[in-house]
């Protein structure tokens, strides 16, 4: 046996001993699925495995991405490492035997994790495949979400595009699992949107570096993925890439380590929401530094330019290619990649499409502070404390019931949970409970009448009392 077969076994007993199966308490009802999460990275396989550890069971993911290749791992990530440090929990839900740890040493030992400084991004898929595989957990590829209704009759319907097809799925509670973009898009400024789209890409895009080999590129932006592309670029044979920092200084202090050391991530629900404003403003003003591997290794290249304080006034497209003005002076490139984030809004996701303008987002439920107003945070949803949807009037509540935002866009309501992997080890139990609680208060007079039906004997021994008289 290999050391993953040796893995698989113990993870097995694990389950076993844990009770953890696929016997469920919740009432089934035909053709209907109990919950269907929409994505099948990181956060849509824990959740997954969340809900089997509640007993709840009759649950589908669908992910629009062939097998293998869900989540950013292995499409537009360009990183060689993930930028958390290894030793955190993600979504092993609690099982040493789950975690990416136990993965690592059965193949290299405890020497092996000794030596690991961070994570090969590759080898993080290999693990995610190995959790779906070795936990049997029902993943249906290519099958795109289209749009998701509102509850009607107990249940939602799902309508989803694969290749055989347009189908509708119905299911009581949804989850979007959908990744840190999947709560809006990703951002480009209007000025390259006016450029011809065979001149810029952003970071989450496919980009053929190979067919850039030698030629002049631009990044915009202070992002880590501003220095992974970067790298990827050179490595790729590019002649210069040039990254463009709006800033004078890069970011050096990144917050979330200081959230993950202390009790924040698990604990920012407790905060008020005038705290949770002002904690993610903050947040989302501080931005995160490249790693200063990342960054050591783009600025090796010969070819690598950084100009500080010189973010883009203009752009236009010339004969000898895109012109980008900035205070520092004009420079032309051949291609634009943008490392510029992403905008989040309910509005901008076209599966949301009708349920977005009853969903309530930060600036109804809390208007911005005088000269504290950040449009960035106002446009998130204002979630429960279970991930799950509020409606902006309470008389539209009953659409929303049982939609989950399990994503980015949790990030006002419940900090850095459901994308961040230092955040996942503490939203999934969070996520499950809250779906577990409604799948039962649906069914409350049903389990009341049940419970005070219920007459099945479980003492059934008799007492002789001549046996007593005859001692």
Not at 115 to 135: Q, S
Not at 262 to 273: E, H, K, L
Not at 374 to 383: F, G, Q, R, T
């Amino acid at each position: 046996m290999t050391g993953l077969d040796d893995l698989r076994a113990r993870i097995e007993h694990d389950l076993a001993t844990l009770c953890i199966d696929r016997e469920t308490w919740v009432p089934q009802r035909a053709g209907v699925y109990d919950v269907v999460i929409v994505g099948g990275g990181q956060s849509g396989l824990g959740a997954a495995f969340a809900l089997l550890r509640e007993k709840v069971s009759n649950v589908l993911i669908l992910d629009e991405n062939p097998a293998g290749e869900e989540g950013p791992w292995l499409t537009y990530a360009r990183m060689i490492t993930l930028r958390t440090p290894k030793h955190l929990l993600s979504i092993d839900v609690g099982i040493p035997s789950l975690t990416f740890r136990a993965f690592w040493e059965a193949q290299h030992g405890p020497e092996g994790w000794d030596a690991l400084d961070k994570i090969p991004r590759a080898e993080w898929m290999a693990y995610l495949r190995f959790y779906r595989d070795v936990l049997g957990l029902p993943v249906q590829n290519d099958a795109k979400v289209l749009k998701v209704g509102p509850l009607t009759d107990g249940a939602h319907d799902v309508l989803v595009r694969t290749p055989e097809g347009e189908r509708v799925m119905r299911a009581r509670k949804v989850v979007l699992a959908t990744g840190i973009h999947g709560g809006g898009e990703w951002h480009t400024p209007d000025m390259v949107k006016a450029l011809p789209k065979t001149r810029y890409a952003h970071t989450s895009e496919a980009i053929d570096f190979a067919a850039l080999k030698g030629k002049r590129i631009g990044v915009l932006g202070a992002g880590a993925s501003s220095f992974d592309n970067a790298n990827y670029a050179l490595q790729e044979g590019v002649g210069e890439v040039h990254v463009f920092v709006r800033r004078n200084a890069l970011p050096q202090i990144n917050p979330i380590r200081f959230m993950e050391r202390t009790g924040v991530i698990p604990r920012f629900a407790a905060f008020t929401d005038a705290e949770k404003y002002d904690a993610i403003a903050y947040f989302l003003g501080m931005n995160q530094p490249p790693t200063n591997d990342t960054f050591q290794r783009a600025a090796a290249w010969p070819g690598f330019r950084l100009h500080l304080g010189s973010p883009w006034e203009a752009v236009k497209e010339t004969p000898d290619g895109v012109e980008v003005t900035t205070p520092k002076g004009v420079f032309t490139f051949d291609f634009l990649v943008l490392s510029t984030g992403l905008v989040t809004d309910p509005a901008l996701r076209a599966e949301l499409e009708g349920l977005a303008p009853k969903i309530a987002c930060w600036r109804d439920r809390l208007p911005a502070l005088a000269g504290s107003a950040h449009p960035l945070v106002d446009a998130h949803p204002y979630l429960g404390a279970g991930f799950e949807f509020t409606p902006k009037n309470p008389e539209e509540g009953e659409a929303l019931y049982g939609l989950f935002s399990f994503n980015y866009s949790a990030l006002v309501s419940l900090g850095l949970s459901a994308s961040a992997i230092s955040g996942l080890r503490y939203a999934l139990p969070r996520l499950a409970a809250a779906i577990a609680d409604q799948l039962f208060q649906d069914n409350k007079a049903g389990w009341m009448a049940a419970y005070q039906a219920y007459d099945e004997p479980e003492f059934v021994s008799e007492w002789n009392p001549e046996r007593a008289v005859a001692e």
